[in-house]
């Protein structure tokens, strides 16, 4: 009689996941995905910081090089004007400085009614607010005095360069920026600051414009009139960047 072998089937364990194991994976997803966000917003925050900071030290090498350059075709003297006349700095902090210049007719503003222009100008660098935001972050301006408005001036014999300038006045455009601070100085021959106004016997033989300035994220809380001085110390101490450019005279 032959006997067949026992085939025993075993019944397996379920292998679904319980409502505790279950929870616990969607705990930890949440927590993981939490984390991960959490780098990436890191990651973007530090990006924008990076962005905005290279684009605000871009914009003021630029300004300065633009400065320097048309100081490079500066105009020391005239038919009756004098150094003092044809270069005006102001000293104080932020500075301004104005100076008789020669750039071609194509880049100046052409005056009411249209006249042909030659390529003597003045131009005048200076800081202040927004026009529309006077609390607002301050920047470095640049004006622009057509050479027709330059010989009018220069026939009348009178002061070749407006009163103050505002970010309202004619032909202005911003050049930087979220400028803190903007200074102009004449320096002598072993590069000491001369003092202001200069005398007869002191004879300047460079000039030196220095700008220092903010990104926008800290420039924002630094110009905010409700922020407390101490924090804007902080601010100036570890956001703001300092640029500057020498020039022979």
């Known amino acids: 009689m032959k006997t067949h072998p026992r085939v025993v089937i075993q019944k397996s364990e379920s292998s679904a996941f ?16 939490i984390m991960l966000l959490s780098v990436l917003l890191g990651v973007l925050t530090s990006w924008q910081s990076t962005e905005s ?6 914009e003021a090498r630029a300004s300065l090089k633009m400065l320097a350059r048309e100081f ?15 270069l005006q700095i102001v000293t104080n902090s932020p500075s301004s400085v104005r100076f008789m210049t020669r750039l071609p007719a194509a ?5 009411t009614p249209a006249v042909s222009l030659s390529d003597v100008c003045g131009v005048d660098y200076f800081v ?3 026009a529309d935001a006077p609390q607002g972050p301050t920047g470095l301006y ?4 057509p050479s027709n408005e330059m010989f009018t001036r220069l026939a009348a014999g009178g002061n070749l360069f407006p009163g103050t300038s505002s970010s309202a006045s004619s032909h202005v455009e ?12 004449f320096l002598a021959a072993d590069l000491t600051e001369l003092p202001q106004p200069l005398t007869e016997d002191t004879v300047p033989v460079f000039v030196e414009f220095e700008m220092v300035v903010l ?3 800290p420039a924002a809380l630094f110009f905010d009139p409700d922020t407390p001085a101490e924090v804007k110390a902080h601010i100036l101490d570890q956001d703001s960047r300092t640029f500057n450019v020498r020039h022979s005279l």
Request: proline share 8%.
């Open 18 to 33: 319980t409502l505790v194991e279950m929870m616990m994976a969607t705990a930890l997803t949440s927590v993981f995905g």
């Open 53 to 58: 900071r290279i684009d605000a030290y871009r």
């Open 72 to 86: 490079s075709t500066y105009i020391p003297e005239a038919p009756g004007v004098t150094r003092a006349d044809t």
């Open 107 to 111: 880049v100046q503003p052409n005056g």
């Open 128 to 130: 202040a607010p927004p």
């Open 142 to 145: 640049r004006r622009m005095i």
């Open 174 to 185: 911003l050049v930087a920026a979220n400028v803190v601070d903007f200074k102009a100085r």
């Open 215 to 217: 990104a926008a994220k």
